[in-house]
């Protein structure tokens, strides 16, 4: 049988801003209505963010609580995902909220450039967050900007810093980083079931125009797909993206394309191994 795909929605992230597209959700408030439509429309993660007022990034604990409490009541059994990337927050303050508990954290294991700077994530950092994570038995998501950080989650693995065997996105498209380029991306996947097992789960994300590129290879070669106005605003170069949720409907139907169904919520804990609701 055809295994389900995961669709992941990244509904705000740290850099697009209501000038860029009003539909981005900055408020928690708005956060917590655009997850549940983009749960309604097919996504079973949500990658959250939280930001000021002023739109910048934010680490708040207070706002991470609203923001799970708010899905947890509207979305139930949609997998709250913590992002603890660090342009929002200097070193731990980026995981001051993982004592909430959420079911998941995303992870960066090591250090590139961005367009602009460099997006460091120090070794004492890294392993102060994934021992936060093992602490209150939240899975962490491997952010993969290059091909050392999949072998430095093995290497975590192995040596016991990562409890389970590590869920790895590929994060493509990346100014500075690591281009869309196919033949690395197949040899990602071809990496990760060395590493981790030929039954590894791994998931993709494309930035920007990528996006949709990123959706399509993800859903045909048998991966989950990730999805959001973080990462991209457009829906082609003319046509702005009107919410998060006709994101991941144009997922939805990559996945009819293929002949792949969406995952339920229950299947998405099951495969990933998180807890049910």
Same mark, same amino acid.
């Given at each position: 049988?055809? /295994? ?6 990244? $509904? ?19 956060? $917590?209505?655009?997850?549940?439509? +983009? ?5 079973? $993660? ?35 995902? &913590? ?6 927050g200097a070193g731990k303050t980026c995981g001051g909220?993982?004592?909430?508990? /959420? ?38 998501? $491997?952010? @993969? ?8 989650? @093995? ?11 590590? =869920?790895?996105? &590929? ?8 281009? +869309? ?6 040899? =990602? ?9 030929a039954d590894a789960q791994w998931c993709a994300a ?51 394309? =293929? ?19």
């Amino acid at each position: 049988m055809t /295994p389900p795909c995961i669709i992941c929605v990244a $509904i705000t992230g740290s850099l697009p801003t209501k000038a860029n597209n009003p539909a981005v959700p900055i408020t928690v408030s708005e956060q $917590i209505e655009s997850t549940h439509a +983009a749960f309604e429309a097919g996504a079973r $993660i949500v990658h959250a963010h939280v930001r000021n007022d002023d739109e910048t990034p934010s680490s708040d604990p207070e706002k991470f609580a609203r923001l799970k409490e708010g899905i947890e009541t509207h979305c139930p059994g949609m997998i709250i995902q &913590f992002s603890t990337g660090g342009r929002s927050g200097a070193g731990k303050t980026c995981g001051g909220m993982l004592r909430l508990k /959420p079911d998941m954290a995303s992870l960066s294991v090591g250090s590139n450039n961005f367009p602009t700077r460099v997006y460091e994530n120090p070794p004492d950092l890294v392993d102060w967050l994934a021992g936060k994570m093992k602490t209150h038995g939240i899975k962490p998501e $491997i952010e @993969a900007f290059d091909l050392s950080h999949i072998l430095q989650a @093995a290497k975590m693995h192995e040596d016991g810093r990562l409890a389970d065997t590590p =869920y790895v996105q &590929f994060v493509m498209g990346v100014k500075n980083a690591m281009p +869309a380029d196919r033949a690395v991306f197949d040899f =990602y996947i071809a990496t990760v079931k060395r590493l981790f097992g030929a039954d590894a789960q791994w998931c993709a994300a494309g930035i920007g125009a990528h996006q949709l590129t990123l959706n399509d290879w993800s859903v045909a070669a048998g991966g989950h797909a990730r999805t959001g106005l973080e990462d991209n605003v457009r829906l082609d170069r003319e046509t702005l993206a009107p919410s998060n949720a006709a994101l991941v409907r144009r997922v939805v139907d990559i996945c009819e394309r =293929y002949e792949r169904p969406v995952a339920t919520w229950q299947e998405a804990r099951k495969i990933l191994g998180v807890p049910q609701a």
